[in-house]
């Protein structure tokens, strides 16, 4: 069993920053890829970032240049950093790792970018 817990979300002024962290715990021999998908209401989720276990990343075009995606592979935490804020970046954000083959899924933070 693979269990993963968000944390950092929150409400935060255009132009703010939030960190989000996500930590995964369980039977975890080896994960592959993680990253951070989010989903406004009406909308599909969508892929925000990803970083391979080697640390190659991966961003959203509407994402470059405002968030960071990192990981810290001996506490199985994965890492959001988001800067330069918009209201059109509120959504929850969920965090997902593969592990052998398989996806996982944490439950999701909310955040909202509002003034």
């Known amino acids: 069993q693979v269990q993963l817990v968000e944390s950092g979300g929150g409400l935060v002024q255009p132009g703010g920053s939030l960190r989000l962290s996500c930590l995964a715990s369980?039977?975890?021999?080896?994960?592959?890829?993680m990253g951070w998908y989010r989903q406004a209401p009406g909308k599909q989720r969508e892929l925000v970032a990803i970083?391979?276990?080697?640390?190659?990343?991966n961003y959203a075009e509407y994402v470059k240049g405002r968030f960071t995606i990192s990981r810290d592979n001996a506490k199985n935490t994965v890492y959001l950093q988001m800067n330069s804020l918009k209201p059109e970046d509120t959504a929850v954000y969920y965090c997902?790792?593969?592990?052998?083959?398989?996806?996982?899924w944490g439950q999701g933070t909310q955040v909202t970018v509002s003034s």
């Open positions: 997902n790792i593969h592990v052998l083959g398989r996806s996982f």
């Open positions: 369980g039977s975890i021999f080896s994960i592959n890829v």
């Open positions: 970083v391979s276990s080697s640390g190659t990343t």
